[in-house]
């Protein structure tokens, strides 16, 4: 489409364009509206200013006369030849504050809105957030209020800017772009004026669209009273023998499958999926040549959740194997959890389908991890601090179940008090996203693959500043979740999430400066000392103590004086540091021993000093840290 035809398009959907003439290339041009500019309209010419085919600033027509001569002879220079149906647009010089708006069909979030600061320099500043199609307004001004150019809304220098001029002319691309044939648009500038956006400069490229179409799961993946483990083996160097010995203590009632055993801890083994009673929930740890005509005969036999522990689909290159799992899955209707994944865990049941820890603590958080090694490891690493889990679900491939389903599963567990992701690649953005919308649990997000090279395209800045990684994040954050930025706050965080102000007590003035910083910049707020508070800190502490937060008790505190501080300002309702470096005097396992309540986290700045500090910690399943850094994690 040339830009005369996508400003007609542009208008029947409500978005204000200039007064424009268009003319032919042979034609003599007038106009009345000046200034004016003058541009040429060929689909030869992808960014006009870069071959100097547009020309501003202009007063009368026989300046655009002169213009159209300069424009053909700069594009003939670049090698640009016009021909008969190649056009002119003529319109009316718009000032105002240049934007930036542009779509993109993305494989895995479907159309998605960037909009933010324009000018030539779009893919050097890169100041977009990015919008769903689907977002309301309370969610286009969240996102868009995270970019630089939003500081100018509602006032700057005297000048007012109205956000609603935002919410409208987004929403009208939102209608536009989920309405017409479009995969890819660009509008730059798009200019802010007193009366609304005006969008000046517009390209489009239409193309098929494949959007994809989720179905409604007639059974919870979490409904496992009557569990079958295929592969369940008396061999302790296999996975079946570990998923079969975690499964056994389980209030569910377990059945063991494997054609060449007749018993296993104390139980009757079944030989195939026939000789079976009525399950619920199936576990596949067989080997994957068996995979896809045992989930045949499980959806046959009216088996709803099915686990794939196996390996061999589309990580090793057998992507058909995965396509058929898929394809078995609907037709079935079939919840399958995998392949290639540790399996899953169920507080309400005591049931421990993994192959990870043989014991998981019951608790409430739900952590929903894509990679079965890093599932493993928090897991571990949870246990060591006695942090319980109400549900685990480890995604693997995701042939068929993925996270948004695990979303909407645990939305209705009263167990679980939030939801955690550890994620790597996503499918289905669009129901992803809705499904976070619609949450009533607090969700998490960890993304892996920061790093990851930014998505190209030749045809618009939007391909060119639309990178997979801050897409994802942009969009999740705008529609309610955090976004964590390491790994560890996918345990951590969840505890401390309701603390909104933080107390630091500490016997050194620069690392509470330090750990100072790192609470603000996550967001907390530093507790303001009341003046009741500072009288009585001044009758126990040195008269030469910070008379502020952080409370600095002078580095030659010992267990004594942290406690008379402790005793006057603690709050339940504070997150209190009770920050410690090692000093002569500094008797750190008596200190310790004050830490006896949820609120209070202990950071021992130090090491060797500390060793049999961090042991008590241990052995009491404190959380606790020997670094400053690190405390982000529960902020």
């Not at 689909?43 to 424009?71: C, F, M, T, W």
């Not at 500081?151 to 002319?169: A, T």
């Not at 907390?524 to 937060?549: A, F, H």
């Amino acid at each position: 489409m040339q830009e005369f035809e996508l400003y007609q398009l542009l208008e029947r959907y409500g978005i204000k364009v200039p007064k424009y003439k268009v003319f032919d290339i042979d034609q003599e041009f007038f106009f009345d509206h000046f200034p004016c500019v003058l541009k040429i309209d060929s689909p030869k010419v992808v960014h006009k200013s870069d071959v100097g085919g547009v020309r501003v600033g202009i007063y009368s027509n026989e300046e655009l006369q002169e213009a159209k001569y300069e424009i053909l002879d700069s594009l003939q220079k670049h090698g640009i030849f016009l021909e008969l149906g190649d056009k002119f647009i003529v319109e009316e010089e718009v000032h105002g504050e240049e934007f930036y708006i542009g779509g993109l069909f993305d494989p895995i979030f479907e159309e998605v809105l960037l909009f933010g600061k324009g000018g030539v320099l779009i893919e050097v500043e890169k100041d977009v957030c990015y919008i769903d199609t689907e977002a309301d307004e309370k969610e286009i001004v969240k996102s868009f209020k995270t970019t630089k150019i939003s500081k100018l809304f509602p006032k700057f220098r005297g000048k007012e800017y109205k956000i609603e001029y935002v919410v409208d002319v987004v929403q009208k691309f939102q209608k536009l772009f989920t309405s017409e044939p479009i995969v890819e648009f660009d509008v730059n500038p798009l200019i802010y004026t007193d009366e609304g956006f005006v969008a000046v400069d517009v390209r489009m490229r239409q193309g098929p669209k494949s959007h994809f179409e989720d179905r409604k799961r007639s059974e919870d993946i979490f409904h496992n009273d009557r569990v079958a483990i295929f592969g369940a083996t008396d061999n302790p160097k296999k996975v079946g023998y570990a998923l079969a010995k975690n499964a056994l203590s389980s209030k569910a009632t377990i059945y063991f499958v494997n054609p060449r055993l007749n018993e296993l801890f104390g139980q009757k083994v079944y030989h195939d999926v026939d000789e079976l009673p009525p399950i619920d929930t199936a576990v596949l740890a067989i080997p994957a040549k068996y995979v896809l005509d045992t989930v045949e005969k499980l959806g046959q036999k009216g088996v709803k959740n099915i686990v794939v522990i196996s390996a061999g689909f589309k990580e090793s290159g057998n992507e058909e194997a995965e396509e058929r799992l898929a394809q078995l899955a609907k037709q079935y209707d079939l919840n399958i959890l995998g392949p290639n994944c540790l399996g899953l865990y169920n507080s309400q049941k005591e049931l421990n389908l993994t192959f990870a820890a043989d014991t998981i603590r019951p608790g409430s958080i739900a952590l929903v991890s894509q990679s079965g090694a890093v599932l493993a490891a928090l897991i571990d690493k949870a246990a060591s601090y006695s942090i319980g889990f109400s549900h685990i679900l480890s995604m693997g491939n995701m042939a068929d179940f993925d996270f948004g389903d695990a979303v909407h599963a645990l939305q209705d567990k009263p167990q679980c008090k939030s939801i955690n992701i550890y994620a790597e690649g996503l499918r289905h953005g669009k129901k992803f996203l809705h499904q976070i919308r619609k949450s009533t649990k607090p969700i998490f997000i960890y993304k892996a693959g920061k790093t990851k090279a930014a998505q190209k395209a030749a045809f618009s800045h939007t391909g060119n500043i639309s990178g997979s990684y801050e897409m994802l994040i942009g969009l999740c954050h705008s529609v309610g979740a955090t976004i964590k930025k390491d790994i560890d706050e996918l345990i951590f965080a969840p505890a401390f999430e309701e603390y909104e102000e933080v107390l630091i007590i500490t016997n050194a003035g620069g690392p509470g400066t330090i750990l100072t910083d790192i609470v603000v910049q996550n967001g907390k707020k530093m507790y303001e000392l009341g003046q009741e508070e500072m009288e009585r800190l001044d009758q126990v502490l040195p008269s030469t103590w910070s008379k502020n937060n952080p409370v600095d008790i002078i580095g030659d505190a010992t267990s004594e004086r942290y406690k008379a501080a402790l005793d006057i300002l603690y709050k339940p309702e504070l997150l209190i540091f009770v920050l410690v470096t090692p000093q002569f005097m500094t008797d750190g396992e008596n200190i310790a021993k004050l830490i006896d309540r949820p609120n209070l986290i202990p950071v021992f700045f130090g090491n060797e000093s500390f060793k049999e500090v961090f042991e008590h910690f241990q052995r009491q399943h404190i959380v606790y840290f020997n670094d400053l850094e690190n405390v982000a994690n529960i902020l």
